[in-house]
């Protein structure tokens, strides 16, 4: 498949829509997310109030005029002795996969989160998902450990791999 220019840059309320559009039919179609309900934008907004200040951040990747996928810098977890460590995720409308809209925002995600005083990212990924394992790998992630069966989606019990990245 060819690559797909687009651009990266920082999340606008209006791609609001967009994002959640994306992530929805995840919900729908995959795996990749234990939520089994959809959103709307207005169920989302505490989600996204989370990246109105740093050091989290959610980037949008965009191509001519649509938004076509997103990467997120987020809390890792609430109790104040992690608050040097994040989660990261990463999800590209399935029309676009597989044509470097995944690295492209990735690049900018680590770009931004070096700037920050984060120490480590995790990234939880649902097995199997080779792709999603190969672009973590390409950013210098290691799997740390695995969740055996920790998922009950589509009538299937899921694995999650457990990534880590070493910022600073």
């Known amino acids: 498949m060819a ?6 840059r920082p ?11 994306i992530y929805n039919h995840y919900i729908e ?3 990749c997310t234990f939520d089994t309900q959809t959103f709307s934008v207005v169920d989302r907004q505490p989600w996204f109030a989370q990246f109105e200040r ?3 951040a959610c980037l949008v990747a965009v191509v001519g005029k649509d938004v076509v996928g997103y990467a997120c810098c987020q809390r ?7 608050a040097t460590s994040a989660e990261v995720s ?12 995944g690295t492209a925002l990735y690049a900018e995600l680590f ?28 950013f210098g ?3 740390v450990g695995a969740y055996d069966e920790v998922g009950f989606k589509f009538n299937k019990f899921w694995d999650v791999a457990w990534f880590e990245k070493p910022l600073g």
């Open 11 to 21: 999340l606008r309320p209006a791609d609001q829509p967009a994002i959640v559009d």
């Open 76 to 82: 890792f977890k609430a109790r104040p002795a992690y």
């Open 54 to 56: 740093a050091p989290y």
């Open 141 to 143: 992630f290691t799997q």
């Open 3 to 8: 690559e797909a220019r687009c651009t990266v």
């Open 90 to 101: 990463i999800y590209v409308d399935t029309d676009t996969a597989g044509r470097g809209i």
């Open 111 to 138: 770009d931004y989160v070096s700037e920050q005083p984060l120490h480590r990212a995790y990234a939880g990924i649902t097995l199997p998902n080779d792709a999603s394992v190969q672009l973590h790998h390409k």
């Open 29 to 31: 179609n995959s795996p």
